[in-house]
């Protein structure tokens, strides 16, 4: 922790989020309360250095310039004999980093989509006040509970038309190699080389020295045999090796993103975009509620080790950087490992704002009983004209259920009361036509057939055909065999126990524009955990859907085979740790 004397009058810390050659960055609530805060101390050996303090502030000018809903917010800087400090605001997020490193596979197209419009609208936000971020990463991107992302650190940020060779390796435009000027196009080729990470899950220029690098990074081709057909335009200008060849600006290029997305993957591309990213983001690590951080949680001085690994290495998501040249980059520059090891080490870096973001809660098996895991699931068909009875319905006007879960404790012994609460949104298109033209046609809510078809479609079975004594339910899957990222497909794997439950919030109107029944409700499901020969110690997936996969798929009470509409289902569920009584 920060010595007293040198701490910001006014505040009380909360947690230490990280540290670096620079400084420290903790999390803070103003005295008289409010939201908490990220705070950036200029480090202790640093204050009597002119040149560093230089630095510091003009970090905080260039953040000053940056406003923006996808940037982190500047809120002040402050400078007196205790230090310096740069106040940000705290957000609640998982750096995209963390989440491409403990997936097995890419993401969608349309979630890699959904994560390069965030982070181009950031950059633009960026670029229209003249700052050029030269540092964009999976590292400084967070993602949201929602799928949305916020662009971090801008540590070694400059404005436009300044030089040197500063930046991560992995993401370096070729003029940043070259030591030239920083442009708007220096941050579109980072952008679009995270791009081509996510969607195909291999950074697109590889190297074990920085000699490889560069020359893949400059001379290289643009790496294309992931990347889907309809992309392709997209990474080959937005790696162009000439900066006068990329898209003029982050706003251009966002427009570029959105027509190639709405023609390869229809108009509902962004909306199912965020939600499957929102849902992989949830499984990987659970962002801690701010509004949850008061003296009942953390008290204040109270070690940020004691919650079980806060902010699980703010280090980390500043990962494999480089700097050189220029003092004011080289005091915030950094060299981490090369060659696309994932995890690789920041070992003289400044805490930047890079650490103000990530708040990580990740349970430990081997602690008490406690923690909360979150997870989130989408379900949609890719033919759903089968489902409908109508063969010119695009894919993107989908029938579809998004389901987000919270479950508490996430480590529980036997006799522990355990809830799961899962928040159900459906699209239920109805009264809809789809000429063979094209355009559509809204009868409304009592149309009939022949133009329209009543259908019906869910996931799972009920507790008749599981046989369960009770409406509610929920399903356990052993971990393993089953895997943490599975959604379980068997019945016979779970075991189903009884539980009470209760919903509320349930609206279910027709919504003209949408031409369908927009459902929502909050069910919350509740049990005592069993005695140890119906749940054995180990780790669960958590459903109240068994099998967690589409079960039903009626028209006119005709069974339509799932497979037929292109039923899929994708995301995770939540993890239980049942511990030894």
């Not at 400059?158 to 435009?173: D, E």
């Not at 889907?228 to 990474?235: G, S």
């Not at 659970?286 to 949680?297: E, H, Q, V, Y």
Request: contains cysteine; aromatic residues 6%; charged residues 20%.
């Amino acid at each position: 922790m920060i010595p007293p004397k040198r701490r910001l009058p006014g505040f009380v810390e909360l947690a230490e989020l990280g540290t670096g050659a620079q400084g420290v960055v903790v999390l803070a609530r103003h005295e008289s309360g409010g939201p908490p805060v990220a705070i950036k101390y200029l480090a202790v050996e640093l204050l009597g250095d002119a040149a560093a303090r230089t630095t510091f502030r003009d970090e905080a000018q260039i953040l000053r310039r940056v406003v923006d809903p996808h940037v982190a917010r500047f809120l002040d800087y402050r400078e007196s004999p205790w230090g310096a400090a740069i106040i940000l605001e705290a957000v609640p997020g998982r750096p995209l980093r963390k989440i491409l490193d403990e997936r097995a596979d890419p993401l969608t197209p349309e979630a890699a989509l959904a994560t390069l419009k965030g982070s181009l609208l950031g950059l633009a936000a960026a670029h229209a006040v003249g700052v050029v971020h030269r540092d964009y990463k999976p590292g400084n991107v967070l993602v949201q509970d929602d799928g949305r992302s916020r662009l971090i650190d801008f540590g070694i940020a400059v404005l436009a038309g300044r030089g040197g060779l500063a930046g991560t390796p992995a993401y370096m435009s070729p003029e940043q190699w070259a030591g030239g000027p920083a442009t708007p196009a220096t941050d579109l080729y980072a952008a679009t080389c995270v791009f081509v990470e996510c969607v195909t899950g291999e950074k697109p220029f590889r190297g074990t020295t920085l000699a490889e690098l560069r020359a893949a990074h400059t001379e290289g081709p643009a790496p294309l045999e992931r990347v889907p057909d309809a992309l392709r335009p997209l990474v080959l200008r937005g790696l162009a090796k000439n900066p006068s060849e990329r898209t003029p600006s982050a706003h251009e290029f966002v427009s570029e993103v959105d027509a190639a997305a709405v023609r390869a993957y229809g108009p509902d591309w962004e909306r199912r975009g965020l939600v499957a990213l929102g849902a992989v983001a949830a499984a990987v690590a659970t962002a801690i509620p701010f509004g949850m951080l008061g003296a009942a949680l953390l008290a204040p001085g109270a070690s940020s080790t004691a919650m079980g690994g806060a902010v699980a290495g703010a280090a980390g998501h500043a990962s494999g950087g480089l700097a050189q040249g220029a003092a004011a980059d080289t005091a915030k520059g950094f060299l981490g490992k090369l060659g696309g090891a994932k995890g690789a080490t920041r070992i003289a870096a400044g805490a930047g704002s890079a650490a103000i973001a990530a708040w990580f809660f990740l349970p430990d098996p081997g602690s008490g009983v406690g923690g909360t895991s979150h997870a989130g699931v989408h379900a949609y068909f890719t033919k759903p004209g089968v489902l409908l009875g109508q063969a010119a319905l695009p894919p993107a006007e989908t029938p579809y259920i998004d389901l987000k879960y919270t479950l508490a404790p996430a480590r529980a012994t036997p006799g522990t009361e355990v809830r799961l609460v899962e928040e159900f949104r459906a699209r239920t298109p109805g009264g809809v036509y789809y000429p063979p033209g094209g355009g559509r046609q809204c009868l409304g809510e009592k149309a009939k057939p022949p133009k329209t078809h009543w259908y019906k479609w869910g996931i799972g079975l009920d507790d008749e055909q599981l046989g369960v004594d009770g409406s509610a339910f929920l399903g356990f899957y052993r971990m393993p065999p089953t895997k943490r990222k599975d959604l379980p497909q068997r019945t016979g794997d779970a075991a189903v126990l009884p539980v009470t439950s209760e919903t509320k919030g349930e609206q279910q109107p027709f919504v003209q524009a949408e031409c369908a029944i927009m459902s929502r409700w909050t069910t919350t499901y509740v049990m005592t955990l069993p005695e140890r020969r119906l749940l054995r110690p180990g780790g669960y997936l958590v459903t109240p859907r068994v099998p967690m996969k589409i079960t039903t798929t009626v028209r006119e009470k005709t069974p339509i085979p799932p497979e037929s509409a292109g039923a899929v289902i994708e995301g995770t569920l939540p993890v239980l740790q049942v511990l030894e009584s």
